[in-house]
C-alpha cells in the first residue's frame, strides 16, 4: 500500500504571498490532518477533514486554510504569508475518528518565507 | 485540557544497548490513547506503538515496548538493542476522550553511538 504523500516537498515564497499544499492520504483513510512543526513551538495540530467536512480545527489564523475532496486528497492553503510561517507542514491520514486510530504521516512539505 | 511532557531533550545510547525515553501526561479523561513516532533527520513522522488506557497489558512492537504505568501517569518507550538507524527525534503524543485533537510533547533525540 502506497504512503501518505505530501507535494511539492520543498517550497520558496516570499511574504505577502499565498501558497498551496497537497496531501493524498493511503488509499481507504478517511480522515486527513494538518499539523505545522518549528523548532520554537514544536508540533501543532492545524485541522483535520473527514469525509470533505472539517472536524476539528486548531488555533490558528484564518489565513490558514484547507479542504478534502471526494477521493480524500486534501488541500491545505496559507494566504499572506508571514516570516512565521516557514516550517515543516505534516499531513496525515488514518481511517476513522477514533482515539486509538494511530495516524500515518507523509514526508512533509518545507516552507521558508523570505 | 491535556498535556504531555518529554523531560530529555537528548539522549545517548550505545550500540546494542537498551534505552528509555520518558514520557509523562496528564488528562483529566479516563479514556485516552498514548503514541509515539520516531522522526528522522528526512522528516517524516514513524508510528512506532500505541496504548490505550484501558489496555491491561504493556504495548510491544518488536523492539519497542511501551511502560506504561497509569497511576504516574507515565508512558515511557523501550528501545531494546538500539541500532544506528535508530537515531532520530522522538516524539509522544496523547489523545483524550473524544477529542480527536493530539497533543504533542517537545521530543527527544537520541543518538546511538557504534
Known amino acids: 500500500k502506497a504512503g501518505v504523500t505530501q507535494t511539492p516537498r520543498y517550497l520558496i515564497k516570499t511574504r505577502g504571498q499565498q501558497v498551496t499544499l497537497s496531501c493524498s492520504p493511503i488509499?481507504?483513510?478517511?480522515?486527513v490532518s494538518w499539523y505545522q512543526q518549528t523548532p520554537g513551538q514544536g508540533l501543532q495540530f492545524l485541522f483535520e477533514?473527514?469525509?470533505?467536512?472539517?472536524?476539528n480545527k486548531g488555533n490558528f489564523p484564518g489565513r490558514f486554510s484547507g479542504r478534502q475532496f471526494s477521493n480524500s486528497r486534501s488541500e491545505m492553503n496559507v494566504s499572506t504569508l508571514e516570516l512565521g510561517d516557514s516550517a515543516l507542514y505534516l499531513c496525515?491520514?488514518?481511517?476513522?475518528?477514533?482515539?486509538?486510530?494511530?495516524?500515518?504521516f507523509g514526508p512533509g512539505t518545507r516552507l521558508t518565507v523570505l | 485540557a491535556q498535556k504531555i511532557t518529554q523531560t530529555q531533550p537528548g539522549m545517548f545510547v550505545q550500540e546494542k544497548e537498551a534505552v528509555t525515553l520518558d514520557c509523562t501526561y496528564d488528562?483529566?479523561?479516563?479514556?485516552?490513547?498514548l503514541f509515539w513516532y520516531k522522526q528522522p533527520s528526512s522528516g517524516e513522522m514513524i508510528f512506532l506503538i500505541y496504548?490505550?488506557?484501558?489496555?491491561?497489558q504493556n504495548a510491544t512492537e518488536g523492539r519497542y515496548s511501551l511502560n506504561f504505568q497509569k497511576a504516574r501517569k507515565s508512558a515511557n518507550l523501550v528501545i531494546s538493542a538500539s541500532q544506528l538507524g535508530d537515531s532520530a527525534m522522538y516524539f509522544c503524543?496523547?489523545?483524550?476522550?473524544?477529542?480527536?485533537?493530539?497533543?504533542f510533547g517537545r521530543g527527544t533525540s537520541l543518538i546511538v553511538h557504534p
Open positions: 477533514y473527514f469525509s470533505e467536512t472539517q472536524r
Open positions: 496525515a491520514s488514518s481511517q476513522g475518528k477514533q482515539a486509538h486510530n494511530e495516524q500515518f
Open positions: 503524543a496523547m489523545r483524550s476522550g473524544g477529542s480527536y485533537i493530539p497533543t
Open positions: 488509499s481507504g483513510h478517511r480522515s
Open positions: 496504548q490505550g488506557s484501558y489496555d491491561q
Open positions: 488528562t483529566s479523561d479516563p479514556s485516552y490513547g
